[in-house]
């Protein structure tokens, strides 16, 4: 099955394609517009002439002129503020005879000028003559003989006006021929004509200009181009190759680091998409070390499971039994517990990467959550009190962007963690405060404390500092817990209460969100 031209073409090829499209149709309007614009003009130009003609014609029937060449030369002589510089008017009978020209009575008045030069002024009579021999000759060299076009008229017997255009003498002629009637009886013909060429410069400028205009268009086109293949597809063909080489498992993998500095979209699309690729890369380094590292936790419990099981099979004291059982017992809850909260954690990054963060009054989830732990030790017998200070809020909310749940979660884990090693008859502090541009949230209790040695492990996964309590935790809860603050933006700090006061103090800060 071919594949579909504009869904496999690059967007490059698709671009020059729809410019060539849109260049083919102006084109094709470009060749049309050109072609009707002579025409047009030409039109444009006979309509003049017959305004003319019908003025005229309205002037002879009114006054009764008679087509002979007396009364039609002195008609010419009498009428002409009618006519325009530029236009020849011509009157012909029915016989195809030329009666009047405007043309020749342009000739009988420059003769007759020079008639009146030559009585007043006889020294240049000579020169004078001359200059009006030169005149008249270049008079008639600038006119043509409609004769033809007239009879042509007449032989066809047309009956409407006809429009003729042609070149003559390196000059572009339009003249419009038409039939003078008088109380409906034909009485002559009536030409008027002129020199063009105006026309045609107008035609030839129009030409030039939509010349220069569309060799704008596509010069603009191209730059565009240009701009669009070295700034945007460019970029976006690199950030292809260098997902194809992730998938690939290239090893030399062209980061294009120059694009991530780049401040518009290209340049956001690939410091995201450099973002994904390491946190892909370190996803799947955690997950290759957190693997490692459950298969080594789980080998310890299973050998010793193993070898207990081997001696529980060849002993038969009753209390050595009992102890080898114990044993067992412990090394499968750890086992057990270890798969749980691995299980967990796994399925608290996914719901987490896939959960819609919201605005979250992080006090109002830290009070919901001691609530329900001060519930739960009424009835311990370490008599433990979990005390909240809100103070420094003034009872406005403390903001952050997340998810509740996993909030929840969070405050749950550290309070457990205090709980379980706070003594008996001890309290628990909980503030809530703004510092700087972060919500803070810290957890102190009156237990023994970090280990200062082995501070810098406490959020290792599987590190425990319960060797007394083995199998009842995994050693994850404080990698768990960390790794939902930092993909809430937020950081986790640990240390020992200083002074007289000793316990542990847990900090958590989450950005402020407005």
Not at 151 to 170: G, H, M, P
Not at 239 to 263: C, N
Not at 425 to 432: D, F, G, P, T
Request: one cysteine or more; hydrophobic letters at 40%.
């Amino acid at each position: 099955m071919k594949s579909n031209f504009f869904s496999s073409s690059s967007i490059l090829k698709k671009f020059l394609v729809f410019n060539l499209i849109i260049f083919l149709f102006l084109g094709i309007w470009t060749y049309l517009y050109l072609g009707a614009t002579k025409p047009n003009l030409i039109k444009n130009r006979s309509n003049q002439h017959t305004r003319i003609i019908n003025n005229t014609t309205d002037h002879i029937n009114r006054l009764n002129i008679e087509f002979t060449k007396e009364n039609a030369t002195e008609f010419l002589l009498s009428t002409r503020f009618l006519f325009q510089n530029l236009d020849r008017v011509q009157l012909y009978d029915l016989n195809s005879n030329l009666l009047a020209d405007t043309d020749t009575l342009d000739l009988a008045q420059d003769i007759f000028v020079i008639s009146q030069d030559v009585q007043e002024t006889s020294i240049d009579a000579s020169e004078e003559n001359v200059d009006a021999t030169e005149s008249a000759k270049k008079k008639e060299s600038l006119t043509f003989s409609t004769d033809n076009y007239v009879k042509t008229y007449v032989e066809k017997n047309i009956n409407e006006k006809l429009i003729i255009s042609e070149t003559i003498n390196n000059n572009f002629y339009v003249m419009t021929i038409n039939l003078v009637k008088s109380n409906n009886q034909n009485k002559g013909y009536i030409v008027v004509s002129e020199i063009a060429n105006d026309i045609l410069i107008a035609v030839e400028e129009r030409k030039n200009f939509i010349l220069r205009t569309v060799f704008l268009v596509a010069l603009v086109i191209l730059i565009f181009s240009v701009f669009l293949n070295k700034y945007i597809l460019k970029p976006i063909r690199a950030l292809v190759l260098y997902t194809k080489a992730i998938k690939e498992k290239d090893e030399k993998i062209d980061k294009h680091e120059k694009y991530f500095l780049r401040k518009d979209e290209v340049g956001q699309l690939s410091r995201s998409l450099n973002e994904m690729t390491e946190d892909l890369y370190k996803r799947i380094d955690i997950a290759e070390t957190f693997s490692s590292d459950l298969a080594h936790e789980i080998r310890n419990p299973l050998t010793s499971l193993k070898g207990a099981s081997e001696v529980l099979e060849n002993t038969s004291d009753s209390e050595k039994r009992k102890k080898l059982i114990k044993v067992i017992s412990h090394d499968v809850e750890r086992i057990e517990r270890l798969i749980t909260d691995y299980s967990q954690m796994l399925k608290d990054e996914a719901s987490l990467s896939r959960a819609k963060m919201t605005k979250i009054d992080l006090s109002s989830v830290v009070n919901s959550v001691v609530e329900d732990f001060n519930s739960d030790l009424l009835n311990s017998k370490k008599n433990i009190k979990i005390n909240i200070n809100n103070s420094n809020l003034n009872g406005s909310k403390l903001n952050v962007l997340g998810v509740e749940s996993k909030l929840e979660q969070i405050v749950a884990n550290l309070l457990d963690n205090a709980v379980s090693f706070s003594p008996s008859n001890s309290k628990i502090s909980v503030l809530c405060n703004i510092k700087k541009k972060d919500a803070q949230l810290i957890i102190e209790d009156e237990g023994p404390g970090f280990n200062e040695k082995n501070i810098d492990k406490i959020f290792n996964r599987f590190y425990s500092n319960r060797p007394e309590k083995f199998g009842e935790h995994s050693g994850l809860g404080l990698n768990i817990v960390k790794n939902i603050i930092e993909l809430h933006g937020g950081s986790i700090l640990v240390s020992n209460q200083t002074g007289n006061k000793k316990g542990a103090r847990i900090e958590v800060l989450l950005p402020i969100y407005k």
